[in-house]
């Protein structure tokens, strides 16, 4: 299992905006660090205006915590940095408990592939408030990227209906890691490969691809090309044949199919990557299957997304592996998820939890209180209902759901249902008592939890909103701590 300091220097303690460093100097100074902290990393709206996310960076984050310290050249730097008086910003017996401070916090979260819905809390994190405040940057920076680009790659795949997607994003991605983390995220939501070879070996996610169009141009002519590529690699025979004249390209490439049979090799088939893709993927596969050629793929790329994929599936494309590179990578449509870190409870030296809220002009804006748990009911293979629920109030016998965008919508929750808690104990007192699964199993939860929930929410357009709400006790004491925020009683 490869880890984050395989692809960066060990301490990613530094990895933050300065005010939750500025922020975790007042609570030391003011001795409040080691008040006891609770907060919830969630997102407002789905992301492409669907009706669903795909939790993912998870396995990131565990790394990230598991490495979570401050070494010698970080608290020099820190102790360079200067108030507006020209006076060292931070107290050197401060950086000195930095260096010395031992990650200590409790850690319950979404195994990644769990499909989740606005307002949930992916992640929760209790323990000492210095400690909860410092990761707030890093857990956004590594979730939100890749649940974005996990949903954006679950909604590719499901728009193919089933025939594979390749991700092709690398030369287009936000850089290194960010190609990284979204190969990565890519193959979580279910891509079956990527181009990235560095991806590949890190995350060991199969890697696919063939030639390009300079080898093609390199060449006097197309099927000298095709010839030499097939020489070289007679076991890696993608054509690709839209240099030139497309049509051309593929009886080019079937002469070659021959030729490659004769070798006692197999043409895997041909790759589109320009023009009409309907009409020449129908073109195509009428003169391969003419020539005997009928088991060979016709692959295509070209700035797809899950709508132009959508369009050509309706308009009877035969175009049966989809190679999805910069609408993918970068997460097209939507810049970011917008997930937010918000502190839902404290408490001081053990006594009673003190619930909190952020209040907002935006009814949606205002935070969830309490120490929160996401139980998820099920009825005969599919997802019927979401309940967040305070894990110290509980849950009554026959609970409520309370939708938060509308709180007239409600739901009974039936005994019967089958139930699970999506909220998985992460780390306990800093000590990491939980296992990453391989890559491969976090995309089949993908797959899996997307087969269950309704076809209706997976719509790409105008999605049916899945019923997750608040249990109505959590609900009831949300509404108190808002009228008393703003001045009223509850009475």
Not at 27 to 46: I, N, P
Not at 108 to 125: N, Y
Not at 126 to 149: A, D, K, M, V, Y
Not at 399 to 420: C, G, L
Request: some cysteine; glycine content about 8%.
């Amino acid at each position: 299992m490869t880890k984050l300091e395989d692809i960066y220097r060990p301490s990613l303690g530094l990895l933050t905006d300065l005010y939750q460093l500025t922020m975790a100097y007042g609570y030391w100074k003011l001795g409040r660090g080691k008040e006891e902290a609770v907060f919830t990393l969630s997102f407002r709206d789905c992301p492409f205006q669907g009706g669903y996310a795909v939790a993912c960076g998870l396995a990131f984050v565990i790394d990230y915590l598991n490495d979570l310290r401050f070494e010698k050249q970080d608290l020099e730097y820190l102790g360079r940095q200067e108030g507006n008086d020209g006076k060292p910003l931070f107290d050197p017996a401060f950086l000195e408990y930095l260096g010395m401070m031992e990650f200590s916090l409790d850690v319950d979260a979404m195994p990644e592939g769990t499909v989740v819905f606005a307002h949930q809390p992916l992640v929760r994190i209790q323990g000492p408030l210095l400690q909860c405040q410092i990761i707030e940057t890093s857990l956004l920076n590594l979730i939100n990227f890749q649940t974005l680009i996990a949903t954006k790659s679950a909604r590719i795949c499901q728009a193919t209906e089933g025939e594979p997607v390749l991700e092709f994003g690398l030369r287009r991605a936000q850089g290194i890691d960010g190609a990284l983390a979204a190969s990565r995220a890519a193959y979580v939501g279910g891509c079956v490969g990527t181009s990235n070879v560095l991806a590949g070996r890190l995350f060991d996610i199969p890697i696919k691809g063939t030639h390009a169009h300079s080898w093609v141009m390199s060449f006097p002519d197309e099927l000298t090309a095709f010839e030499a590529y097939a020489e070289a690699m007679p076991n890696n025979c993608i054509f690709l044949v839209d240099t030139y004249d497309t049509l051309q390209g593929v009886k080019n490439a079937i002469q070659m199919g021959r030729k490659l049979r004769e070798m006692g090799h197999a043409m895997i088939g041909i790759r589109l990557d320009s023009g009409d893709l309907t009409y020449l993927s129908m073109e195509a596969r009428r003169l391969l299957d003419e020539a005997g050629f009928s088991d060979a793929k016709i692959l295509a790329s070209n700035d797809l997304d899950e709508f132009i994929i959508r369009d050509l599936k309706d308009q009877g494309a035969k175009i049966t592996i989809w190679g999805v590179g910069t609408r993918l990578a970068t997460g097209h449509g939507q810049s970011a998820l917008g997930g937010v870190y918000k502190l839902s409870a404290i408490r001081a030296n053990g006594n009673n939890w003190q619930y909190k809220v952020k209040l907002s002009e935006d009814n949606l804006k205002i935070n969830m209180p309490g120490i929160l748990q996401v139980r998820r009911f099920s009825q005969n293979h599919r997802f019927v209902a979401d309940m967040m629920y305070d894990l110290p109030i509980g849950v009554p016998d026959v609970p409520v759901i309370v939708d938060p965008a509308d709180t007239t919508r409600r739901k009974r929750i039936d005994p019967k249902w089958q139930q699970e808690d999506l909220l998985v104990p992460i780390f306990r007192k800093g000590r990491c008592v939980y296992e990453v699964p391989p890559l491969v199993e976090s995309r089949a939860r993908t797959l899996q939890q997307l087969e269950w929930l309704h076809p209706g929410i997976r719509r790409l357009l105008n999605p049916h909103r899945y019923p997750a709400g608040m249990e109505r006790q959590l609900y009831e004491l949300r509404q108190r701590l808002i009228l008393e925020a703003r001045g009223f009683s509850s009475q």
